[in-house]
T-cell receptor, first 114, second 113 residues
Framework: NAGVIQTPRHKVTGKGQEATLWCEPI?????VFWYRQTIVQGLEFLTY????????DSGMPKERFSAQMPNQSHSTLKIQSTQPQDSAVYLC????????????FGAGTRLSVL | GDSVTQKQGQVTLSEDDFLFINCTYS??????LLWYVQYLGQGPQLLLK?????NKGISRGFEATYDKGTTSFHLQKASVQESDSAVYFC????????????FGAGTRLAVCP
């Protein structure tokens, strides 16, 4: 079991460019969560999917951020027109869908917007 | 909404010292309470979890007791080691939510040999 895999580990973009972050959940896990981690704000919930359906995107900024889960094996977080304030570590986590199960986090993608 | 408070931003100890990290929560019901640990360069990983009020969670020498009277879930360890150096997050599963976690600000533990 390789755990949750996030690629790339580091991404550097220029202001105004697009960034796409990838997450491969643990095999058999049907729930995928995205969090953002910064020194100032800590760990912030962004969105989550259950059985590929978007369930709660209450933490997603209304503009420029979008997330998808086209199949059971991966999810993407896309940030359009990146801004310096988007610089953060983006964490993906997965879990089983039965009961209140443990969230398993990936190592994260560190996004730096210059 | 639900919230978790960790007031200690940084704790510095020597090996074999006693560890206490404060955590309080605010919610309208009895949530599931958790402690996650994040080592440098890694994502957070579950340290322990308690689902029932007044129960205790124990893992790897760490323990935390769910106290609904004081709405607290403090983390303790009798004797820390240098390898325990990490950031510790208290968290709860939001009321009525499937596994959606609300985290505290985190406490960075540095253990000196």
């Amino acid at each position: 079991n390789a755990g949750v895999i996030q690629t790339p580990r580091h991404k550097v973009t220029g202001k105004g460019q697009e960034a796409t972050l990838w997450c491969e959940p643990i095999s058999g896990h049907s729930a995928v969560f995205w969090y953002r981690q910064t020194i100032v704000q800590g760990l912030e919930f962004l969105t989550y999917f259950r059985n590929q359906a978007p369930i709660d995107d209450s933490g997603m900024p209304k503009e420029r951020f979008s997330a998808q889960m086209p199949n059971q094996s991966h999810s993407t977080l896309k940030i359009q027109s990146t801004q310096p304030q988007d610089s953060a570590v983006y964490l993906c986590a997965s879990s089983l869908t039965t009961g209140k199960n443990t969230l398993y986090f990936g190592a994260g993608t560190r996004l730096s917007v210059l | 909404g639900d919230s978790v408070t960790q007031k200690q931003g940084q704790v510095t100890l020597s090996e074999d010292d006693f560890l206490f990290i404060n955590c309080t929560y605010s919610t309208t019901t009895y949530p599931t309470l958790l402690w996650y640990v994040q080592y440098l360069g890694q994502g957070p990983q579950l340290l322990l979890k308690v689902t029932t009020a007044n129960n205790k969670g124990i893992s790897r020498g760490f323990e935390a007791t769910y106290d609904k009277g004081t709405t607290s879930f403090h983390l303790q360890k009798a004797s820390v080691q240098e390898s325990d150096s990490a950031v510790y997050f208290c968290a709860l599963v939001e009321t009525g939510s499937f596994n959606k976690l609300t985290f505290g600000a985190g406490t960075r533990l540095a253990v000196c040999p």
